[in-house]
């Protein structure tokens, strides 16, 4: 279900905290795609910073082309398998701390944070977001949980609850 508008401050706290009862796992990209000289740098420097605060709640590490994009697969053409890192976090006490330093989803941008921030539960993605276009999805599970997040304050372009079939849903084994 797609979301309207900005997640911030206070809603975006309450939909951290909810989603860290909710999910096992956290997804950051750090693409090296168009960045060059002192952003590279910088980028380098955010990636092994954030590796080694979470080291302990390290999942998994890969190189890769395709992530989570639009509730699927999304797949950079060119060299971007060599210069895409995906990590893959358990949602754990640290990664809910680490994410509550930034007060915006929207601002989860490459160099200086990891970006294309995802919420996963048993492999399967709950939410996507990809920043510099201001898009974030919740594949709710339930009308339950839907209510749940529009009272946290969740804008939805949807006016009532659709479910998304399980094979419809991004996968990524961790």
Not at 91 to 108: I, V
Not at 124 to 153: N, P
Request: charge should be negative; include cysteine; glycine fraction near 4%.
């Amino acid at each position: 279900m797609q979301v309207i508008g900005d997640i911030k401050g206070k809603i975006y706290e309450d939909l951290v905290r909810y989603a860290s009862k909710r999910c096992d796992a956290v997804m950051f990209v750090f693409s090296k795609v168009a960045f060059r000289d002192e952003q590279l740098l910088l980028l380098e420097i955010t990636k092994n910073k954030v590796k080694e605060q979470l080291k302990e709640s390290i999942l998994k590490v890969r190189e890769g082309d395709h992530w989570v994009f639009t509730g699927r697969s999304y797949y950079l053409p060119g060299d971007a398998i060599d210069a895409t890192e995906i990590q893959f976090y358990k949602f754990d006490d640290t990664l809910t701390d680490f994410l509550l330093t930034n007060k915006n989803l929207y601002n989860w941008l490459n160099p200086n944070y990891p970006e294309d921030v995802a919420f996963f539960k048993d492999g399967y993605c709950w939410l996507y977001s990809v920043a510099h276009e201001d898009i974030c999805d919740i594949y709710c599970t339930d009308e339950a949980e839907y209510d749940t997040l529009k009272e946290i304050g969740i804008e939805f372009y949807e006016n009532k609850f659709e479910p998304t079939a399980k094979g419809q849903l991004y996968f990524e084994q961790y």
